[in-house]
């Protein structure tokens, strides 16, 4: 189902009620004070979290009109996420609440090296299909989802029936293949589930990390390789402090270095890449344009704190960092 | 199968090699920083928690040989509660890990009216029965539980299991009958399972919450009776800063005064009353005296921070308060 573009394209989309639908978790990020193995932290602070609820939040910062299907518990911790949102300007219609479970949570201990988390699973696992799920699928141009919603049944049998919708409608499906084997039930061989929705995914954003826990040890080409393989669209594939590598499995990767000088903190900018890949092709820039706008939004992140820190107005960050329209085409279209 | 004992009578114990068993809940208590709803709550520290857990502990010691029956999750969370568990020299040959739900976690707000809470159940729901905690029953002199393992399936079923082996065993059951409908699947109608324990047990210690939560409002000498009439024999009701009252249901409710005048926290200090009054009983002390053994310990609590604030030396306690051993005993035996 997946378009054949090369990285000097531009995705075509048609007049949506909304530019983007997220589907997955919105949840407490539960971050040590102090920096020390999870099992010597005493003190935690509370963050809105959630890869797909980071995007949109930032997409609308962005001007993009987005919605939103998750589930929450009916609680404290699930009203406060739900404020967020709803002060975000995210559409909130299929924002689901749970009456057994809470509102999931992820702690996470603060460290220089990669941190360790305990993920406290919830209502999230419950979420349901509805008919207005189908109905936002059909009035959005993208659809977007990360792995964490995968990782469990039953929320995995339905996030993947609204994914195939998705792909059947033909939307543009952005995926985050993100595999940890310690979410999964089966361990390592929830692998094979990843991989087999690759073949799905129009734009796939992995870190090295991710690719890592995926293939194996390999070199940043042959990790593209491999996603190419296993049939993704285009690939982009993050390398922390040295940018990221753009590929279409045809052309050579396209290398783009990071915009900012200045690390503050990198909570979150992944998410911030992709809100600002994805306004790029929802404007029509050609796809390696857009890359160079994930990466602006994404500098502008890691200067300020929080996977949620201030992201500028749209018109700022494209002439700081110069950001090309497509020929004759322009930003306020 | 309850002992009819009055409040002037002893328990008579065999020797055994656990003076109690204690099955049910360790887990993380988050309590927030700041006094707020919980909704608003930013920064939260984690300390030791469970009542059953908190009564070991103490109970330690005070110089009790103890055991626990417990399922923790195979994390960090858990493993930071085992190690203060194996530290204070708490038998945990029953303590079970699970696999796949994590160590439960309570989120409390600071608050000096009643604080709200949310509960995280895991791995404390899979709790499951095997000969070694047969074993660990047949060869203990008391047996605890309280209603937090109770409220749920498939723990519930599991407990019930137990208490009644401990029950058919002659053993001295303690309970701590303490219901809230929000931690039930089934809501307010869980209040009849919790009565209808009442009848197996030798002890409880309600507080008036607890009361009210069981049997609406009402005054104190009225839910003693309510108590007794659902089958209860000792009943021993906590009145916050008035002290307790203690009924056999024969004879007239005896009144016991709060012993410290100082009040720096009172989280935990239920436990402590468990804690020295059961030590109370097992030296052999009509249950009065045990009582006034348990406020003492109390006493000693709620002038210091934490559940598990210092417990000093048994004998200590003893001369300070002038808790009185039985005639012609003494606390050596």
């Excluded at 696992?125 to 659809?143: A, G, P, Q, V």
């Amino acid at each position: 189902m997946r378009r054949l573009l090369t990285i000097h394209d531009s995705f075509n989309f048609e007049e949506n009620d909304f530019d983007i639908t997220a589907y997955g978790e919105v949840l407490l990020d539960m971050i040590s004070r102090e920096e020390a193995p999870l099992k010597e932290c005493v003190n935690f602070t509370r963050y809105f979290g959630g890869s797909p609820a980071n995007v949109l939040v930032n997409m609308q910062r962005l001007e993009n009109k987005t919605a939103f299907i998750s589930r929450i518990g009916d609680d404290e911790f699930g009203e406060y996420l739900r404020e967020i949102l709803d002060d975000e300007g995210v559409n909130l219609d299929c924002l689901q609440y749970d009456q057994e479970e809470g509102t999931p949570i992820i702690f996470v201990n603060k460290s220089r090296e990669t941190p360790s988390w305990l993920a406290y699973r919830g209502a999230d696992i419950n979420l349901e299909i509805t008919d207005s799920i189908y109905d936002k699928i059909d009035n959005s141009s993208i659809f977007f989802m990360g792995s964490f919603i995968l990782s469990k049944n039953p929320a995995r049998a339905t996030a993947i029936k609204a994914l195939e919708y998705a792909v059947d409608k033909n939307k543009v499906f952005a995926f985050d293949p993100s595999f940890r084997a310690n979410l999964w039930p089966e361990g390592n061989k929830g692998s094979k589930i990843i991989r087999d929705l690759l073949a799905q995914a129009d734009i796939i954003k992995p870190s090295l990390d991710d690719a890592y826990h995926l293939y194996g040890q390999d070199h940043p080409e042959n990790y593209l390789k491999k996603y190419h393989s296993d049939g993704a669209g285009i690939v982009i594939l993050t390398l922390g402090k040295d940018g990221v590598l753009l590929s279409d499995g045809n052309n050579e990767p396209l290398h783009i270095p990071v915009f900012s000088e200045k690390v503050v903190d990198v909570t979150g900018a992944g998410d911030s890449f992709w809100s600002g890949f994805l306004t790029g092709i929802l404007k029509g820039l050609p796809v390696k344009e857009a890359a160079r706008l994930g990466n602006a939004v994404a500098a502008f992140k890691i200067q300020g704190v929080g996977a949620l820190s201030s992201v500028p107005p749209l018109a700022e960050i494209i002439s700081y960092y110069d950001i090309q329209p497509i020929e004759g085409g322009n930003f306020d279209e």
